[in-house]
């Protein structure tokens, strides 16, 4: 008569990885039993996928939703963040409802039930209010109990306006080293999680505001840079930077958009927000704070802090700045700084036709511009190839999931167009004093390339 369920996953999660659910109920022996899951949107009623399953040998049903999860999820195409963009695409929150189907006999109708009690209608149990999933992964021996281990990148011990306790967290939704090289005209964007998960005013994951400190060559700070993360900023929850976690309620503001964050860090992001860096600048740091009290940053405690240094073109050459969806669902962003070398490829089609054109009226035509082989499709092709600096090891082992992902764009100006890598080179030096051991030569192509010659 009624479902109850056994294992749900944590949240936040990671939708391509394995969402297990496992349920039992009371009436499992009922004739012709089966188990019934709605995926919805939370607060909807309408139902994405509804999946149905029969008992397995001991009586329960099990269910992994993270295949079906990633149909509903897309990425944020928000490199160009002038301060903060919230999430509509790449996180959001859903529910999974449980019930349970089953007839009178082996040959009478099913009846739906809700699965909270003997009562009819669509399945109403449910583990919580919202399971909150963003469109990354994760790998099978990373896991913790089938679940994203999402302590490495968000706590829940931290209380807002905490009187100023320091602490120094890297929390940052990316696998890259915390120093990067990047030049002017160059977008650079990071995620991270923002508020909690539970809907509590007395624990939160605050991400308040940024600063960004610019420095020259001889390491003498030169400009600084801040901005709250409020909704006129392009963030959220709050409204207004005076506001509170706890006391003014902004908790319950959180939505799935204002849960995942992404900051506008590159130079040309904070040219777009009016901060364009001063000429001299030799590198930054950029630092995400939470809150102290009531419209005061705590300068104390931070929950990322990644350097950016000045890279000038090599050799002359400007280089190809990719941007590709990391693990966690988010953008990173490298640039191969020297030679770049471009070839095209043509794919041509063509059938033969006879000198004689038998098909034409009488007399025949006789012509020496009649074409035996007929060439009617060419389909040019281009493919670059990128070539990077002498890289750390921990370079290049974050530069793998550049070559893993299935979504990379390249910045060409203040565009960005899509790409697909399609192999990769590595040279690496057997010189054990140097600490840049590894070089890349990367291999792609535009997604969209010129039309076809007809």
Request: hydrophobic share 35%.
């Given at each position: 008569?009624?479902?109850?369920?056994?294992?749900?996953?944590?949240?936040?999660?990671?939708?391509?990885?394995?969402?297990?659910?496992?349920?039992?109920?009371?009436?499992?022996?009922?004739?012709?039993?089966?188990?019934?899951?709605?995926?919805?949107?939370?607060?909807?009623?309408?139902?994405?996928?509804?999946?149905?399953?029969?008992?397995?040998?001991?009586?329960?049903?099990?269910?992994?939703?993270?295949?079906?999860?990633?149909?509903?999820?897309e990425s944020d195409?928000?490199?160009?963040?002038?301060?903060?963009?919230?999430?509509?695409?790449?996180?959001?929150?859903?529910?999974?409802?449980?019930?349970?189907?089953?007839?009178?006999?082996?040959?009478?109708?099913?009846?739906?039930?809700?699965?909270?009690?003997?009562?009819?209608?669509?399945?109403?149990v449910t583990a919580s209010?919202?399971?909150?999933?963003?469109?990354?992964?994760?790998?099978?021996?990373?896991?913790?109990?089938?679940?994203?281990?999402?302590?490495?990148?968000?706590?829940?011990?931290?209380?807002?306006?905490?009187?100023?306790?320091?602490?120094?967290?890297?929390?940052?939704?990316?696998?890259?080293?915390?120093?990067?090289?990047?030049?002017?005209?160059?977008?650079?964007?990071?995620?991270?999680?923002?508020?909690?998960?539970?809907?509590?005013?007395?624990?939160?994951?605050?991400?308040?505001?940024?600063?960004?400190?610019?420095?020259?060559?001889?390491?003498?700070?030169?400009?600084?840079?801040?901005?709250?993360?409020?909704?006129?900023?392009?963030?959220?929850?709050?409204?207004?930077?005076?506001?509170?976690?706890?006391?003014?309620?902004?908790?319950?503001?959180?939505?799935?958009?204002?849960?995942?964050?992404?900051?506008?860090?590159?130079?040309?992001?904070?040219?777009?927000?009016?901060?364009?860096?001063?000429?001299?600048?030799?590198?930054?740091?950029?630092?995400?704070?939470?809150?102290?009290?009531?419209?005061?940053?705590?300068?104390?405690?931070?929950?990322?802090?990644?350097?950016?240094?000045?890279?000038?073109?090599?050799?002359?050459?400007?280089?190809?700045?990719?941007?590709?969806?990391?693990?966690?669902?988010?953008?990173?962003?490298?640039?191969?700084?020297?030679?770049?070398?471009?070839?095209?490829?043509?794919?041509?089609?063509?059938?033969?036709?006879?000198?004689?054109?038998?098909?034409?009226?009488?007399?025949?035509?006789?012509?020496?511009?009649?074409?035996?082989?007929?060439?009617?499709?060419?389909?040019?092709?281009?493919?670059?190839?990128?070539?990077?600096?002498?890289?750390?090891?921990?370079?290049?082992?974050?530069?793998?999931?550049?070559?893993?992902?299935?979504?990379?764009?390249?910045?060409?100006?203040?565009?960005?167009?899509?790409?697909?890598?399609?192999?990769?080179?590595?040279?690496?030096?057997?010189?054990?004093?140097?600490?840049?051991?590894?070089?890349?030569?990367?291999?792609?192509?535009?997604?969209?390339?010129?039309?076809?010659?007809?």
């Amino acid at each position: 008569m009624a479902i109850t369920i056994r294992q749900s996953p944590t949240q936040p999660n990671m939708a391509n990885n394995n969402l297990v659910y496992a349920v039992t109920s009371n009436s499992s022996s009922a004739p012709q039993y089966q188990f019934v899951a709605d995926l919805t949107y939370s607060g909807s009623a309408t139902v994405l996928q509804r999946i149905k399953q029969q008992p397995n040998p001991n009586n329960a049903g099990v269910f992994d939703l993270g295949s079906i999860i990633t149909n509903f999820l897309e990425s944020d195409n928000n490199w160009k963040t002038a301060v903060f963009a919230t999430s509509s695409a790449a996180s959001k929150r859903f529910q999974v409802k449980f019930g349970e189907q089953y007839g009178t006999s082996a040959s009478s109708s099913v009846t739906l039930y809700t699965g909270v009690a003997a009562v009819s209608g669509s399945p109403a149990v449910t583990a919580s209010s919202y399971f909150y999933v963003i469109n990354g992964l994760v790998d099978p021996n990373d896991k913790v109990d089938w679940n994203w281990p999402s302590g490495s990148y968000l706590t829940s011990s931290v209380t807002p306006t905490g009187g100023g306790a320091g602490f120094s967290r890297q929390y940052a939704l990316t696998n890259a080293p915390l120093s990067q090289s990047i030049q002017d005209g160059e977008y650079a964007t990071i995620s991270i999680l923002n508020g909690n998960f539970t809907n509590s005013d007395t624990t939160a994951q605050d991400i308040y505001y940024y600063e960004v400190n610019v420095y020259n060559s001889a390491g003498t700070n030169i400009q600084n840079i801040s901005k709250f993360n409020i909704a006129s900023n392009g963030g959220g929850p709050r409204t207004n930077n005076t506001q509170e976690w706890d006391a003014s309620g902004v908790y319950n503001g959180q939505t799935a958009g204002t849960q995942l964050l992404t900051v506008g860090v590159g130079p040309a992001n904070l040219a777009a927000a009016g901060n364009s860096l001063t000429s001299s600048w030799a590198y930054y740091d950029v630092i995400l704070r939470p809150q102290e009290s009531a419209g005061i940053e705590d300068n104390t405690a931070y929950y990322a802090k990644i350097r950016f240094t000045k890279q000038g073109a090599q050799c002359g050459y400007d280089g190809v700045r990719f941007a590709w969806k990391n693990e966690f669902g988010v953008w990173d962003y490298y640039t191969f700084t020297l030679q770049t070398d471009k070839a095209f490829s043509i794919e041509r089609a063509s059938y033969e036709q006879t000198f004689v054109p038998f098909s034409s009226d009488y007399p025949v035509p006789y012509s020496k511009e009649r074409r035996g082989t007929v060439n009617y499709y060419n389909q040019p092709i281009q493919t670059q190839v990128a070539n990077s600096n002498w890289l750390t090891q921990d370079e290049a082992d974050w530069l793998r999931e550049l070559f893993f992902s299935a979504n990379v764009f390249y910045q060409d100006g203040i565009n960005f167009y899509p790409a697909v890598i399609t192999s990769v080179d590595l040279t690496e030096k057997t010189n054990p004093r140097t600490q840049r051991n590894f070089q890349y030569a990367i291999q792609f192509q535009v997604a969209n390339q010129i039309n076809p010659r007809i």
